[in-house]
């Protein structure tokens, strides 16, 4: 970790650009579901699911897995896209998102998916949990355990007093082998988080609660990747990495818009999105693609 | 006549009847299954000492977590050590937990399907002095209500004891229903007990009898005795103990609901929503039976002794024989 190589970058690059178009795809089959942060957070769903976690997606459960808990369910459909372009599931199986009787349900639920590791949605429960999985994994495997546990937040989730329960409870019992991603993407739905509900200076709150903690820019994949090996480094303390993103990145008229957080594109709005993804408009820098 | 073949205590209506807490029995109990069980761990919400969590964190220090004051938080981390393969015990007053944190039960444990117990003690009037913040009379209600959970509530320490082994055997979401009072010992180690499947305490050799009466938890000592002195002045009755109120015994209660055709339900919880809920809904459908409900009466508790407020709430002998009485005045035969 932390010597990502150019070449790799470059896979992970082209990688998320077929996942956004393939969240795109779903989101407007599916006319329901959460854009902006869909795409706000592909680069990290890429980057974990294709370098970071210790997983196989041929066998869900197995059981020296690394475990990745996305808290924010609202934004499964680029968890979705990028398990299904890890393997986990047929691409095709996409259009089915929100869809009577789908694998993928609106927000996810652990049954209905292998690969999904708990049912989530209902805001500030989810690293509750991760809490729980790492103490767990530290019963069986040690204190200095391999086995990591990634849990992914939204910043307008943090409202949730829950978690500062659960931002006490890992300080307490010192999870190193937990790491906390939150999606610092300044929206919610009601608008703008410092508007609805200040989070002011998240890094120095964690600070406070005796967490480690990195700030970076959620779109740049040398800085996660330097972050995580960072955190996965760290000794008797949990690890957050404050997710600097832009919600709807990749698509220049879903970008740093809250009305985007929880709609889904017409087709008419899908078909310029695709198009921009296709060119990339020159935001992601990428020779090998058209 | 008190059902011999379960062997109850047999001092069971002796004035200094040995007394001990529901609560110990959960303390002792899953200690015992912890032995036996590396996958068992206890958490709590500081609450150790009066959960009785503590003889397991004694024990297990390890195996032993307190979240502080954060019912929230104490339910989804243990949905979290379930998902990687413990069997937690969560344990806090019934107040908060179930109460508080009732949708962190719902949808982290019930709905994904984890194996976490829900201990909630000092529930019911018994709590008493306390006062009603702290009286828990709609935790059954609110459990009952979830797909997939089982609610047991024990009627004295050994019933508890059994309840908390059974349970930790079983890959069911449960909430296990707990008093602060030392109350009765009716059962023994002998007694059996079976989640889901009713006890039939006090019975009677006819083919009908005028009254059958079903109860849950820590009152089915006081329905016990009320039973024998109805059966000494020649009001024949029936008593069924309900420890599991979800998944309900249906042919228990229709049984019993054929033999007497007046039913009284007796529980230390709101009316709506409860015991006397389930037991109705269970004859509605099957065997339509006059029912006299015993419980609160859509009222808040208040500070005071437990017998105060059974009296105080009509949830004492003379309500429940008022009930027994007027249940019988409503048959049609």
Same mark, same amino acid.
């Given at each position: ?8 970058v470059?896979e ?23 854009t ?18 210790? #997983? ?5 459960d197995?059981?020296d897995?690394?475990i ?8 499964c459909?680029g968890?979705y896209?990028t398990?299904? #372009?890890?393997?986990y ?9 929100r869809k009577l ?5 609106? #927000?996810?639920h ?44 939204g ?36 608008g ?5 509900m200040?989070?002011?200076d ?6 406070s ?9 959620? #779109? ?53 999105a ?14 090998q693609?058209? | ?5 379960i ?19 959960f303390?002792d ?7 036996? +069980?590396?996958?068992? &761990? ?31 938080n %104490? ?15 969560? /344990? ?5 937990s179930?109460g508080?944190?009732?949708?962190q039960?719902? /949808? $982290?444990?019930?709905?994904? +399907?984890?194996? &976490? ?15 009603g $913040?702290?009286?828990?009379?709609? +935790? ?5 209500v ?6 047991i ?20 979401? /449960?909430?296990?229903?707990?008093s ?14 079976e989640i889901?499947k ?6 009677s ?13 820590i %009152?089915?000592?006081k ?25 309900? +015994?249906?042919s ?12 009284? $339900? ?10 006397g ?7 509605a459908?099957? %065997?339509? $039976? ?9 009222q ?23 009930s ?6 409503r048959?049609?035969?």
């Amino acid at each position: 970790m932390g010597n990502i190589s150019d070449e790799k970058v470059k896979e992970l690059q082209l990688k998320a650009t077929e996942i956004r178009k393939s969240i795109i795809e779903s989101l407007t089959e599916a006319g329901s579901g959460h854009t902006a942060g869909s795409l706000g957070m592909t680069d990290i769903f890429t980057y974990l699911y294709f370098y970071a976690l210790k #997983h196989d997606p041929k066998i869900p459960d197995w059981l020296d897995r690394d475990i990745f808990v996305l808290s924010n369910g609202h934004i499964c459909p680029g968890l979705y896209a990028t398990m299904a #372009h890890a393997g986990y599931f047929p691409v095709s199986e996409l259009q089915t998102l929100r869809k009577l009787g789908s694998r993928l349900q609106g #927000h996810p639920h652990r049954e209905y998916l292998p690969g999904i590791e708990t049912s989530s949605g209902p805001l500030g429960s989810g690293l509750s949990q991760a809490v729980g999985m790492a103490l767990g994994i530290r019963i069986d495997y040690g204190k200095t355990t391999n086995r990591f546990v990634y849990c992914m937040v939204g910043d307008g989730e943090l409202d949730e007093g829950q978690n500062w329960e659960a931002i006490m409870t890992a300080s307490k019992y010192r999870l190193q082998n937990l790491i906390l991603i939150v999606d610092r993407n300044n929206i919610q739905i009601d608008g703008y988080t410092e508007d609805v509900m200040p989070l002011n200076d998240l890094n120095e709150k964690f600070e406070s609660f005796n967490w480690h903690v990195q700030e970076i820019d959620a #779109h740049n994949f040398e800085m996660i990747d330097d972050a995580v090996g960072h955190a996965k480094s760290v000794f008797d303390k949990p690890s957050v990495i404050i997710a600097n993103s832009i919600p709807g990145k990749g698509v220049e008229d879903f970008q740093r818009k809250p009305e985007w957080h929880g709609k889904s594109p017409t087709k008419d709005e899908a078909k310029n999105a695709l198009k921009e993804l296709r060119t990339l408009a020159g935001k992601i820098k990428c020779d090998q693609l058209d | 006549m008190i059902n011999k073949k379960i062997k109850l205590n047999p001092d069971l209506f002796e004035e200094n009847i040995d007394k001990k807490p529901t609560r110990d029995g959960f303390g002792d109990g899953v200690v015992e299954v912890g032995k036996e +069980d590396e996958r068992i &761990v206890v958490l709590t919400a500081d609450l150790s000492e009066s959960t009785r969590a503590n003889k397991f964190a004694e024990e297990f220090p390890n195996r032993f977590f307190n979240v502080g004051i954060a019912e929230q938080n %104490l339910a989804s981390v243990a949905s979290g050590l379930a998902a990687v393969g413990k069997i937690p015990f969560a /344990t806090s007053y019934a107040m908060f937990s179930p109460g508080r944190n009732w949708e962190q039960i719902r /949808t $982290t444990i019930c709905y994904n +399907d984890q194996p &976490v117990k829900i201990v909630g003690s000092h529930s019911g009037l018994t709590t008493g002095p306390d006062g009603g $913040t702290h009286q828990a009379l709609e +935790d059954i209600a609110i459990t009952r209500v979830l797909p997939r959970m089982i609610v047991i509530c024990p009627c004295d320490y050994e019933e508890a004891k059994k309840a908390t082994i059974a349970c930790a055997k079983t890959s069911d979401p /449960t909430y296990l229903r707990l008093s602060r009072e030392k109350t009765p010992q009716i059962t023994t180690k002998d007694t059996p007990f079976e989640i889901g499947k009713a006890i039939k305490v006090f019975e009677s050799k006819e083919e009908s009898v005028d009254v059958g009466i079903i109860s849950t938890g820590i %009152l089915l000592h006081k329905v016990l005795k009320i039973a024998n002195d109805l059966e000494q002045n020649g009001t024949s009755v029936e008593v069924l103990n309900i420890h599991t109120i979800k998944p309900i +015994d249906e042919s228990a209660i229709i049984e019993l609901a054929k033999k007497s055709g007046a039913i009284v $339900t007796v529980e230390e919880h709101q009316i709506v929503g409860g015991l006397g809920s389930a037991v109705a809904e269970v004859l509605a459908k099957n %065997l339509p $039976t006059p029912i006299e409900f015993v419980g609160v009466s859509d009222q808040y508790g208040q500070s005071g002794n437990a017998e105060e407020l059974f009296s105080q709430y009509k949830i004492d002998e003379s309500a429940i024989l008022e009930s027994v009485e007027k249940v019988i005045s409503r048959k049609t035969n």
